[in-house]
C-alpha cells in the first residue's frame, strides 16, 4: 500500500528517524574497551527518567514481561503472599505470573474501567497484622483499559499502615509518557519496556530497582538466572553486560533518552496529556461514544479504550481500519475483546498523525454501520487542541 502504515497500537510505538538512524550501527565488541561509553551513558539516562538518585536502573534483554518476572524472583521466598489489584489484562497477566511462580496472591477485583483503590490496598495491609504480604505490585497504566492509577496514594497507604512490603509498580506504559517518581513514591521495583514511551522496537526491558529491593535480592530464595539482579547489577556497574546484549537497541536508546531530555520530561508528560485530551474529545464529543475508562481521574494519558455499541464487533472495525485503510488501532483484550478498540497516543506522535488515526477509526466505524456523525471526532479533537496552547515539544 501506499503511504505509511498508521500505527496506533499502545506499543509498539513510532520509532522518530533520529533513533532509527541511530540504531544503524556496525555490530562492536561488547566488551571492549570502548562499549562502556554506550552503556554507561544509557544507564545514567535511565537514572534520571525513572528519578532515582540511589535506585539501580538495569536492561535485561526481554520484553516487559521479563522484568515483572525478575522483580518476583529476585526479591520474593518461595510460597510468599503479594497483594494486587487485577483490572484489566496487564494487571491480570502478572497476577498469572504470580501463581504460576508458585506466590500467593491476595486479589483486589476491581471493575475493568477502574483501577486501583488505595483504600481497599490500605485496608488489606492494615489486616495483615503478622506482615505476611511481601510485596504490593500495581500496574501504573493498564493498557487494555485506557487506566491510570495514582501510585503515590498506593505508597501512602503503605506508609500509612506501617507495613514494611516491597512496592512493584507496571510502568510499562506510563514510563517516560506519564509522570513516575521512583524515589518520591518509594517504588522499590519499576518494570517497564522500550517499544513505548521510549519509543524504540521491542527488546529491552528496562527495570529500576531500590537499595532496599537489592538487599532482598540478597537473601531472597526464589531460583532465578537469567534475570538475576546481583549478576546483573555487578556486571552493569562497570558497563558491561553478563551476557551479550543488543547493541543497536542500545545506541536507540541513548538517543530516545537524549530526546526526552531536550524536550524535557516535563514537556514530554504534558504534550502526552494535551494529545489525549484531544482523543478523549473525538471520542467523548464528537462520536458520543463512551471510554472504558469510567471517570476522568482514571484517564490514561497514552492510551484511549473506546467501548462500542451493543452488537458492534470491535474485531471486525479493526480489522477493517487495518486492511482498509493501513491503521492499526490496539484490539480488546480478554473480557473485553470485541467490545472495545484503543488508540495508542504515545510516543513520537504530534497533532496531525493522531488526527489520521481518528480519522480512521471513524471511517471504519461508518463502513460498519456505527451511527457516528462523519467528521466529528476530527472537529472534536481539532477544536480541542486549537483551543490550548501547544506544548514546547509540538509547537516549532
Ligand atoms: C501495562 C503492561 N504491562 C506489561 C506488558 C507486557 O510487556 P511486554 O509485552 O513488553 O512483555 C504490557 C504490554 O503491552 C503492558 O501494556
Request: net charge neutral.
Given at each position: 500500500m501506499a503511504g505509511r502504515n498508521f500505527l496506533f497500537v499502545p506499543g509498539p510505538s513510532n520509532v522518530p528517524d533520529r533513533v532509527l538512524r541511530a540504531m544503524t550501527v556496525a555490530m562492536e565488541d561488547h566488551?571492549?574497551?570502548?562499549?562502556p561509553e554506550l552503556s554507561l551513558a544509557c544507564l545514567k539516562g535511565l537514572q534520571r527518567l525513572f528519578r532515582t538518585e540511589n535506585g539501580t536502573p538495569m536492561i535485561f534483554p526481554s520484553s516487559g514481561t521479563g522484568c515483572w518476572e525478575a522483580a518476583l524472583t529476585n526479591c520474593l521466598n518461595p510460597g510468599d503472599r503479594v497483594l494486587a489489584a487485577r483490572f484489566g489484562q496487564f494487571s491480570h497477566l502478572w497476577i498469572d505470573m504470580c501463581q504460576r511462580l508458585g506466590f500467593e496472591v491476595e486479589l483486589l477485583e476491581e471493575e475493568w474501567g477502574t483501577g486501583a483503590s488505595p483504600e481497599r490496598y490500605r485496608a488489606a495491609l492494615a489486616a495483615d497484622k503478622g506482615h505476611s504480604i511481601k510485596a504490593v505490585l500495581v500496574c501504573?497504566?493498564?493498557?487494555a483499559t485506557g487506566v491510570t492509577s495514582d501510585v503515590a496514594a498506593i505508597r501512602a497507604a503503605i506508609d500509612e499502615t506501617r507495613h514494611p512490603a516491597l512496592l512493584f509498580v507496571?510502568?510499562?506504559?506510563?514510563?517516560?509518557s506519564i509522570d513516575f517518581r521512583m524515589d518520591e513514591w518509594g517504588v522499590d521495583v519499576c518494570v517497564s519496556g522500550s517499544?513505548?514511551?521510549?519509543?524504540?522496537?521491542?527488546?529491552l526491558g528496562i527495570t529500576c530497582v531500590s537499595v532496599r529491593a537489592l538487599d532482598a535480592a540478597k537473601s531472597a530464595r526464589s531460583r532465578r538466572c537469567y534475570f538475576d539482579y546481583a549478576d546483573m547489577a555487578q556486571a552493569l556497574r562497570?558497563?558491561?553486560?553478563?551476557y551479550t546484549p543488543s547493541i543497536p537497541l542500545l545506541h536507540g536508546l541513548r538517543e530516545s533518552l537524549t530526546m526526552l531530555f531536550e524536550e524535557g520530561l516535563e514537556q514530554v508528560f504534558t504534550r502526552h496529556h494535551y494529545l489525549a485530551a484531544g482523543a478523549r474529545a473525538a471520542v467523548?464529543?464528537?462520536?458520543?461514544l463512551k471510554l472504558c475508562a469510567r471517570a476522568p481521574h482514571w484517564h490514561s494519558d497514552t492510551v484511549s479504550a473506546v467501548m462500542l455499541p451493543e452488537g458492534v464487533d470491535g474485531a471486525k472495525i479493526i480489522a477493517h481500519a487495518f486492511r482498509r485503510y493501513n491503521l492499526a488501532l490496539g484490539a480488546g483484550l480478554s473480557k473485553v475483546a470485541g467490545k472495545l478498540f484503543r488508540i495508542g497516543h504515545l510516543g513520537d506522535l504530534n497533532e496531525l498523525m493522531l488526527l489520521g488515526a481518528i480519522a480512521g477509526a471513524e471511517m471504519a466505524m461508518l463502513d460498519a454501520g456505527v451511527k457516528v456523525e462523519p467528521g466529528s471526532g476530527v472537529a472534536a479533537a481539532g477544536s480541542y487542541w486549537r483551543a490550548h496552547a501547544a506544548p514546547a515539544g509540538l509547537a516549532g
Amino acid at each position: 500500500m501506499a503511504g505509511r502504515n498508521f500505527l496506533f497500537v499502545p506499543g509498539p510505538s513510532n520509532v522518530p528517524d533520529r533513533v532509527l538512524r541511530a540504531m544503524t550501527v556496525a555490530m562492536e565488541d561488547h566488551r571492549s574497551a570502548r562499549f562502556p561509553e554506550l552503556s554507561l551513558a544509557c544507564l545514567k539516562g535511565l537514572q534520571r527518567l525513572f528519578r532515582t538518585e540511589n535506585g539501580t536502573p538495569m536492561i535485561f534483554p526481554s520484553s516487559g514481561t521479563g522484568c515483572w518476572e525478575a522483580a518476583l524472583t529476585n526479591c520474593l521466598n518461595p510460597g510468599d503472599r503479594v497483594l494486587a489489584a487485577r483490572f484489566g489484562q496487564f494487571s491480570h497477566l502478572w497476577i498469572d505470573m504470580c501463581q504460576r511462580l508458585g506466590f500467593e496472591v491476595e486479589l483486589l477485583e476491581e471493575e475493568w474501567g477502574t483501577g486501583a483503590s488505595p483504600e481497599r490496598y490500605r485496608a488489606a495491609l492494615a489486616a495483615d497484622k503478622g506482615h505476611s504480604i511481601k510485596a504490593v505490585l500495581v500496574c501504573q497504566n493498564e493498557t487494555a483499559t485506557g487506566v491510570t492509577s495514582d501510585v503515590a496514594a498506593i505508597r501512602a497507604a503503605i506508609d500509612e499502615t506501617r507495613h514494611p512490603a516491597l512496592l512493584f509498580v507496571d510502568s510499562v506504559s506510563a514510563l517516560a509518557s506519564i509522570d513516575f517518581r521512583m524515589d518520591e513514591w518509594g517504588v522499590d521495583v519499576c518494570v517497564s519496556g522500550s517499544q513505548k514511551g521510549l519509543m524504540l522496537p521491542a527488546g529491552l526491558g528496562i527495570t529500576c530497582v531500590s537499595v532496599r529491593a537489592l538487599d532482598a535480592a540478597k537473601s531472597a530464595r526464589s531460583r532465578r538466572c537469567y534475570f538475576d539482579y546481583a549478576d546483573m547489577a555487578q556486571a552493569l556497574r562497570t558497563g558491561y553486560f553478563p551476557y551479550t546484549p543488543s547493541i543497536p537497541l542500545l545506541h536507540g536508546l541513548r538517543e530516545s533518552l537524549t530526546m526526552l531530555f531536550e524536550e524535557g520530561l516535563e514537556q514530554v508528560f504534558t504534550r502526552h496529556h494535551y494529545l489525549a485530551a484531544g482523543a478523549r474529545a473525538a471520542v467523548q464529543d464528537g462520536w458520543r461514544l463512551k471510554l472504558c475508562a469510567r471517570a476522568p481521574h482514571w484517564h490514561s494519558d497514552t492510551v484511549s479504550a473506546v467501548m462500542l455499541p451493543e452488537g458492534v464487533d470491535g474485531a471486525k472495525i479493526i480489522a477493517h481500519a487495518f486492511r482498509r485503510y493501513n491503521l492499526a488501532l490496539g484490539a480488546g483484550l480478554s473480557k473485553v475483546a470485541g467490545k472495545l478498540f484503543r488508540i495508542g497516543h504515545l510516543g513520537d506522535l504530534n497533532e496531525l498523525m493522531l488526527l489520521g488515526a481518528i480519522a480512521g477509526a471513524e471511517m471504519a466505524m461508518l463502513d460498519a454501520g456505527v451511527k457516528v456523525e462523519p467528521g466529528s471526532g476530527v472537529a472534536a479533537a481539532g477544536s480541542y487542541w486549537r483551543a490550548h496552547a501547544a506544548p514546547a515539544g509540538l509547537a516549532g
